[in-house]
DNA sequence: GTTAATTTATGATCCAGATCATACTTAAAT
DNA sequence: ATTTAAGTATGATCTGGATCATAAATTAAC
């Protein structure tokens, strides 16, 4: 796994603390982030301050390269939401291992294709279905990594970030999805059924 | 460039005529689809009928890796909006050409991060904006391909399909934007200024 | 274990943009 | 050159979800 690799090749972690801001948008891509423990959250600010989470990537994943690839400068903040040990890869080392490793390269091909799926799914939810459409749909694509009768760590602001919905609007939805059996609630946690 | 490396190795290409359906959503993809000529775009559509345009492509680009790389069945349609010459790549020659050329590898790495910028730019605008600044980021970004006094070619309802808004919302908005002397309207086609 | 900070909860009001309806203009088809 | 279809235009009404306000329940911090 990538992460090892880097580590048996001397590249070494940096710390982020809780709220650390590791890039904002304007910046200019130097480099690409590998994390090794913890989680960060991606997210689009508009003129009024209201977030939007175009992500969330946790240990073993990356981020960062697309605006390396194109040469673009960021569009998001990436925000450490925990402590993260996060390895930090030049943007010549990265084009580097992408040249000597086809696979990592493979790898990366696939990785990019999932978060196309992602945004387009999101987008079709967000440009054609009305609020309890897309809260189904994205509580649906997060219960895809958990158990039956396990909880969703999300909350609801989380949620509200992630379809541009307000708070309230999804508390609403999770109540009434509730009552329609689709879903658990113990003590404000989404459990799944 | 590829298509001539394709048609180099005897690909042939296939017709399709304005219209036609290339894939449907719920299908397994088996193939990557190289434009020759022609155009199409691709849609997603929703239980009321109504299309969200997740991209439209022309000559020389190619669609549908995605879904094929990450083995998961289409979540759109793509339709010739123009009769179109097609060439159809087998999912397991694909892979081989990404083996033995590591260079289109690279390239392909770089149009998904294109398009995922471009899917990011349009999820943070569809979650957070309003009708007038979508709009007007949409038509930024269709102006950059676009000469100074030159027309769009694109209409209202694309417009409307792109952003999730109704034609006549885009219609109303292009009008006070021209107003605005934002753009210019010449016989209802939108000049850039 | 107590205080502070988040998160969840619920009602009341408001408004941007959808919807409906109808007409005009431009481009395409025959 | 006409008919037909597609696209643009504009007013009137309606509504889903935003916004505002206020409070209760959890969780985190000290």
Redesign the pocket.
Known sequence: MTIKYLLDNNFKPSLYK?GDVIYEPGAYPRAVYFIKSGKVRMVTVND?G?EFIQGIFKANEYFGEPALLVNKSYLAYTIATQDSEIIVVKGEDFLKMLKEHPDFSMKLIQTLSHRLFYKSMMLEELAN??????IRTLIAYLFKDVEHSQELK???????DMS????????????KL?DQKELK?L????IRI
Chains 1, 2 share one sequence.
Do not use: F, M, N, Y
């Open positions: 809780k009024d209201k279905e009305h609020a309890e459409h897309r999300v909350t609801r602001q989380q949620l509200a541009g919905l307000r708070v309230e609007t999804v508390i609403r939805i999770i109540k509730s609630l003590r404000g946690k989404i």
